[in-house]
Each structure stands twice: as structure tokens, then as C-alpha cells.
């Protein structure tokens, strides 16, 4: 589905034939104008009919259609091919999905095709058309704007995870300490959260450093500076997303540990217990064995006198164990 299809001239917009075939020919007729397509989700025959106009690689055609690509750069004859994967944060449940965007950029003209519900383009197309300086760089101002806007997002992305987290390490370390269970479930959950986000803005990393810094065809020399400010917030980004997991892990480790010591401090109540339950155990099954010749057998006092006994050595265990810190 087209979302929109404009002609920009100078750095402004200005409405053009609606075909966006006509339109691109007047683009390059022009010679200074380039033309930019949106499309959200398009169909295998709406595509082809835009990869033919436009002469897109095959290659970058299929992959723009199949989806489910990772970041990536590719240089073809006629054409740039991004690939991004925007990141949104749900704030019901605190999970983050990716979803996919492709931007080609050619000698008059800028597609970027959309794949899920994240990262619409509106906003991004409207900011840029307050920025006519950006827009006169030509397709290279919407490969910026859109790289930009999605990598920005990747920094408050970031900053909400860092939130949960807090909350959660709050909760591990809390008096008392949480169910062990349902902790480490969570844990996990979070860290898969952070492997997800990962996915999207770590190999992005290459890509934005050749923008920034390589001979790249149809990225105007001037314009390097903005993907050189691109790969700056990227690099933040990552730094965030690789604290994020290495506190994941310290947190994760320390909830273990943490498990282990309630373990053990439970193992010695309990094996504190079963010591002074011994004793009288002990010593009412001697007196409990059937012989005719025992001592104490005729004794008057000899009942009172070995529970008193009893007794007093399970007090005495108690106090031992209780000093020791075991009960």
C-alpha cells in the first residue's frame, strides 16, 4: 500500500503527478527534484510494479518483501539498500518488538518500505520537511532522516528497559527477598528482552559506519556528518544495551547466590532440628529395648530423672546452635 508519494524541489514539497511512475520521470527530468514513495507492507505484485519503475536489485526486491532481515548495508548499480529494524517499547507489558523498515536510494529518488505496526514515518517525513537545508541533500536527506529517527528511538527504548531493570534488581535485593521461581522466570524473560533489542542495533553498527566514513554512490559528500551523528547515538545506544545485559547477568548471579545461601542457612535450621530431636530419641530407644536386666530398671526416680536428663541436653544443644547462628 503507497502511504505516501511526494516530489521534492529545493528543499520543499510540491504535489506532482498522482502516478508515481509520471512522477518519477518528471523527478529526473528535472534533474534537482527526487521523489519519495512510502509504502507499508506491499504486496508481491504491488512491489513489482515499483521495483520495475524504479530498476531495485532482485535480490534487495526479495528481501524487502520476505522481510525478517537483520541490519545491513548492500551497494547495487542503481541503488542503496538499508535495512533497519525499528524497536518499540510496550509499556502493558514491558516488552520490546522489532519491526522492519527498508529504504532504497537512488539517483532521483527514495522508497522506504515498512513492515509491521512500529516506527511509522509520518512524524519523520513531516520533521524533515521543517529542514529544507537537510532536504536539498537530495534521497541522502531521507536515508539520514529515517536512520535518525529510528536509531533515536533506540536511546528511549534503552532508557525504559533501564527503568524495568532497576525495579527489578530493587526487588531482588529487597528484605526478604522475592520468590525464587518466579524471580529467575523473570530474569530470564528480561534478558530476552535484551537479546531481541540487540538484534536490532548492534549490526546496525557497520552500516552506518560506512555511510559515515566510506565512498559510498548516491551519499553526497556533505552528508556524511549526519550519519557521522547517527553512528555517535548508535554507539550509545549499544553501550546501553551492553550494560543492560552485563547488569542482567551481575543480578542474575547474585539471585542465585542469594537462592544458595537461604539454602543453606534452611539445611542448618533443619539439620539443627533433627540433632536435638536425636537425643531423646537416643536415649528412649535404649530405654525402650525389652531386657530383663537393665539399670536403673528398679530405680524409684529413674523415669523423671532421664527426661530432666533428656531435656537438659536438648536445652543445651539449642543454646549451642543458637550462638553458632544456626537457629
Not at 14 to 29: M, Y
Not at 58 to 66: F, Q
Not at 105 to 131: C, I, K, N, Q, Y
Not at 201 to 221: C, N
Amino acid at each position: 500500500m503507497i502511504v505516501d508519494c511526494a516530489i521534492y524541489r529545493d528543499g520543499r514539497r510540491t504535489e506532482g503527478p498522482k502516478d508515481f511512475s509520471d512522477a518519477l520521470d518528471e523527478a529526473r527530468a528535472e534533474g534537482h527534484s527526487f521523489l519519495w514513495l512510502g509504502l507499508h507492507e506491499p504486496t508481491v505484485a504491488e512491489f513489482g510494479l515499483v521495483s520495475q519503475e524504479f530498476g531495485l536489485h532482485p535480490l534487495a526486491v526479495e528481501d524487502a518483501l520476505k522481510a525478517h532481515q537483520r541490519p545491513k548495508l548492500e551497494v547495487y548499480d542503481d541503488s542503496l539498500f538499508l535495512v533497519l529494524k525499528p524497536a518499540l517499547y510496550e509499556e502493558a507489558d514491558g516488552t520490546v518488538t522489532t519491526g522492519e523498515l527498508m529504504v532504497f536510494v537512488g539517483d532521483s529518488f527514495a522508497v522506504t518500505v515498512r513492515h509491521g505496526e512500529g516506527s511509522p514515518l509520518a512524524a519523520v517525513r513531516e520533521r524533515l520537511e521543517r529542514e529544507p537545508a537537510v532536504l536539498r541533500h537530495g534521497p541522502t536527506s531521507v536515508l539520514y532522516a529515517v536512520s535518525d529517527a529510528v536509531v533515536d528511538h533506540y536511546i528511549d527504548v534503552a532508557a525504559e528497559l533501564q527503568v524495568d531493570l532497576d525495579e527489578l534488581e530493587e526487588e531482588v535485593f529487597s528484605p526478604g527477598g522475592p520468590d525464587a521461581g518466579n524471580t529467575a522466570a523473570r530474569i530470564y524473560a528480561f534478558k530476552r528482552q535484551v537479546v531481541e533489542f540487540r538484534r536490532a542495533t548492534v549490526p546496525l553498527t557497520e552500516p552506518m559506519s560506512r555511510l559515515a566514513h566510506a565512498g559510498l554512490p548516491f551519499v553526497h559528500e556533505p552528508s556524511r556528518l549526519f550519519f557521522r551523528d547517527v553512528s555517535d547515538h548508535l554507539t550509545r545506544a549499544n553501550e546501553s544495551v551492553e550494560g543492560l545485559d552485563r547488569l542482567l547477568s551481575d543480578v542474575l548471579g547474585a539471585h542465585l547466590a542469594q537462592t544458595g545461601v537461604r539454602q543453606n542457612d534452611d539445611m542448618r535450621k533443619i539439620s539443627a532440628w533433627a540433632a536435638m530431636a536425636a537425643v531423646p530419641t537416643m536415649v528412649a530407644g535404649i530405654y525402650g529395648m525389652n531386657f530383663k536386666h537393665m539399670p536403673e530398671l528398679g530405680t524409684t526416680w529413674g523415669y523423671p530423672v532421664v527426661l530432666v536428663l533428656m531435656a537438659v541436653a536438648v536445652v543445651g544443644l539449642h543454646r549451642q546452635f543458637k550462638r553458632r547462628g544456626w537457629l
